[in-house]
């Protein structure tokens, strides 16, 4: 399978590319940074220090997209939606990892999905999402009785928050009680704030360091707390997750899917 990183210039875009030539039956056809990267014009395999690819690192995306089979995107919601318009002419595969998208955003990815296979997760691991398949079927069996906070941290350098993860965990818990997580959600508190509203779903966020995961949803009843977590320790993990995505899709139709619906959950 062809697969173009985009965004390669950046420490993901570096993993993915890694991802990719490690893959038996995928092939880095392509690799795009935005004009006037410092990378722009280096050999993609050295730039993620491997050996040499044969392919340059490039600002035209319109000629390499459509020598392709699919694209590997954790760049920014601008670009991301961006790049979903030209997957969607090509008709390719559109894996995207991208997080910090409003309805806008995904607005234009469910417009693309018409034409393309677009993958969406706000984590491509294999543990992240079993663990929002557990929170799902927790939260539906506990119910209002456990108040629910999702609890995250991550590096010093990162720009949303919550993560894309918090937030798709706190999507399997507002689904495990059949509500919209946008009518509970709570991801401030500060000062004289009254009790806890019965429903909520709660999200603290942590930064620093060089944490690169770190994710627990807490379950608290009347004398007892379960907790669920995972801590991710190597970026490798999404990017092997992600080309995992793209194999998927290679044969699905166009539409909209989850990495939940690439690891059959």
């Not at 360091?209 to 949803?217: F, R």
Request: with cysteine; proline share 3%.
């Amino acid at each position: 399978m062809r697969l173009v990183v985009v965004g390669a210039g950046g420490r993901m875009g570096r993993m993915l590319i890694r991802a990719v030539a490690e893959t038996e039956g995928c092939t880095l056809s392509g690799a795009i940074e935005r004009e006037g990267a410092p990378v722009l014009g280096q050999d993609a395999g050295v730039l993620a220090g491997l050996a040499p690819l044969g392919v340059a690192v490039t600002d035209d995306p319109l000629p390499v997209f459509a020598a392709a089979e699919g694209v590997l995107d954790f760049t920014t919601p601008a670009a991301t939606t961006f790049f979903a318009e030209l997957a969607a002419q090509a008709r390719i595969v559109h894996v995207v990892g991208t997080t910090g998208m409003d309805e806008a955003d995904l607005a234009k990815l469910a417009a693309a999905a018409h034409h393309a296979r677009i993958v969406r997760s706000g984590n491509m691991s294999l543990g992240v999402n079993l663990l929002a398949g557990l929170v799902r079927k927790v939260s539906a069996a506990l119910g209002e009785d456990f108040d629910i906070e999702i609890v995250e941290m991550h590096h010093r350098m990162k720009v949303d928050a919550p993560s894309g993860t918090a937030l798709l965990l706190g999507e399997a818990a507002a689904e495990g009680r059949g509500v919209a997580l946008s009518d509970t959600r709570v991801s401030t508190r500060d000062g004289h704030t009254g009790a806890r509203r019965p429903g909520d779903i709660g999200f603290a966020t942590l930064r620093g360091g060089t944490v690169v995961g770190d994710h627990s949803v807490v379950f608290a009843g009347a004398g007892e707390r379960l907790t669920l977590s995972h801590h991710a320790e190597d970026r490798g993990i999404f990017a092997r997750g992600a080309v995992r995505a793209a194999q998927w899709a290679f044969d699905r139709p166009p539409g909209l899917y989850s990495m939940a619906d690439v690891l059959g959950l």
